[in-house]
């Protein structure tokens, strides 16, 4: 099932998008779709509505050096477990929005990840397996990097953390199988970034069972589970898209700063 955040003529929903092409059409959720969904029988053309960012989460974990390769061409050695860091909720921006470029980096690069969304009743202290029921769906994310603050700061608060720099979308896919999802990224047409999930060195519910021993997840909370290799830099004027086989496409343009 594909869970979308919509926006439409009466305001703003989560939606079930159901077929494809022109005939597809998006059914209003009644509330929130990580109980369960229930529909309230209004539906729209997927032409009349737009897709905003699938979740709002409370806070964006992130995984650093997932894939051995992306690791390898940072220069870096593939932790033993997994490396945490964190992305603020104003860096989320949906699918069409544009990816702004901060007057203070010279040097954006784009970074193709698989995400998970958590679902009821969230995760706290769980085990791998307790994880995978946590685990609502999954969409895809570029976790926009301005390299040059990342090494200059030491630390990537900063250099991940600016508005815009976490493009999620363009829905949540619930049924994906995540053992060997092609993931990519793209930009103006040239594939950049070309892997499989197969390849990350810790899988989603090891991973939301980590991080569950440190903080507590929340229903809509977004885990990015890291980059494969391949990253490299996003300019103004530039369209990013990334893709994961089995969810679909998020596409951004990056603009320069006003
Ligand atoms: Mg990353």
Same mark, same amino acid.
């Given at each position: 099932m594909r869970i979308a955040r919509i926006a439409h003529p009466q305001g703003m929903s989560f939606a079930r998008l159901e077929g494809d092409g022109p005939g597809a059409t998006a059914a209003e959720i @009644?509330?929130?779709? /990580?109980?369960g969904v229930k529909l309230t029988g209004q539906r729209w053309a997927l032409d009349d509505v737009r897709l905003l960012a699938p979740v709002i989460p409370s806070k964006i974990v992130c995984i650093g050096r997932n894939y051995a390769e992306h690791a390898e061409e940072q220069g870096a050695e593939v932790p033993s477990e997994p490396l945490l860091f964190l992305k603020p909720s104003t860096a989320v921006v949906g699918p069409g929005d544009p990816v702004t470029v901060p007057t203070v980096a010279d040097d954006i690069e784009h970074e193709a990840e698989m995400a998970v969304v958590i679902g009821l009743p969230g995760a706290r202290k769980v085990s791998r397996e307790a994880a995978r029921q946590a685990i609502l769906g999954y969409t895809c994310a570029n976790d926009v990097t301005a390299r040059d603050l990342q090494k200059r700061d030491g630390q990537w608060t900063r250099a991940k953390g600016f508005d815009s720099f976490c493009p999620l979308g363009p829905w949540v896919e619930t049924d994906l199988d995540t053992h060997d999802a092609e993931i990519r990224c793209e930009v103006n047409e040239e594939v950049r970034q070309l892997d499989s999930t197969?390849?990350?060195? /810790? @899988?989603p519910a090891s991973i939301v069972a980590y991080i569950s021993q440190v903080m507590t997840l929340l229903p809509g909370d977004v885990v990015l589970t890291g980059t494969p290799a391949g990253i490299g830099p996003m300019n103004a004027g530039d369209k990013v898209s990334i893709s994961v086989a089995g969810i679909g496409t998020l596409t951004n343009q990056v603009v320069a700063s006003e």
């Amino acid at each position: 099932m594909r869970i979308a955040r919509i926006a439409h003529p009466q305001g703003m929903s989560f939606a079930r998008l159901e077929g494809d092409g022109p005939g597809a059409t998006a059914a209003e959720i @009644d509330g929130h779709p /990580f109980a369960g969904v229930k529909l309230t029988g209004q539906r729209w053309a997927l032409d009349d509505v737009r897709l905003l960012a699938p979740v709002i989460p409370s806070k964006i974990v992130c995984i650093g050096r997932n894939y051995a390769e992306h690791a390898e061409e940072q220069g870096a050695e593939v932790p033993s477990e997994p490396l945490l860091f964190l992305k603020p909720s104003t860096a989320v921006v949906g699918p069409g929005d544009p990816v702004t470029v901060p007057t203070v980096a010279d040097d954006i690069e784009h970074e193709a990840e698989m995400a998970v969304v958590i679902g009821l009743p969230g995760a706290r202290k769980v085990s791998r397996e307790a994880a995978r029921q946590a685990i609502l769906g999954y969409t895809c994310a570029n976790d926009v990097t301005a390299r040059d603050l990342q090494k200059r700061d030491g630390q990537w608060t900063r250099a991940k953390g600016f508005d815009s720099f976490c493009p999620l979308g363009p829905w949540v896919e619930t049924d994906l199988d995540t053992h060997d999802a092609e993931i990519r990224c793209e930009v103006n047409e040239e594939v950049r970034q070309l892997d499989s999930t197969k390849s990350m060195v /810790f @899988d989603p519910a090891s991973i939301v069972a980590y991080i569950s021993q440190v903080m507590t997840l929340l229903p809509g909370d977004v885990v990015l589970t890291g980059t494969p290799a391949g990253i490299g830099p996003m300019n103004a004027g530039d369209k990013v898209s990334i893709s994961v086989a089995g969810i679909g496409t998020l596409t951004n343009q990056v603009v320069a700063s006003e």
